[in-house]
């Protein structure tokens, strides 16, 4: 069997996914099982949701309450907070990414 004499080519896909870090992606992931356990698989993709019971609102209210050190009802850590804050900032990018099924 030959060596290999020159370098496998391939073009860049355009996104750098490999600079995500794998820990947190699995802590959102966690936080996305969890609440299709409690309602259902992509349940959070049905509607749009605003005011009190929208994203962004639940977001901040995490932010805020990592912030004061809140634990979480369903944790001890609150560092939870972050992770639900960024499923709900990653609920609200996916609906301003869809316009035309998620009107604001």
Known sequence: MSEPTAEAKR???GV?????PGEVLIEVSKVFAHG???YG???WQQSR?????GPINHALKHILNYQAGIADDESDDP??????????LIFEMYYEMHPEKYKA
């Open 79 to 88: 560092k939870i907070h972050l992770t639900h804050a960024i499923t709900n």
């Open 41 to 43: 698989d992509f349940n």
């Open 49 to 53: 949701l605003d005011g009190e019971k």
């Open 16 to 20: 750098r996914l490999d600079l995500i």
């Open 36 to 38: 299709a356990e409690k």
């Open 11 to 13: 073009f860049s896909c």
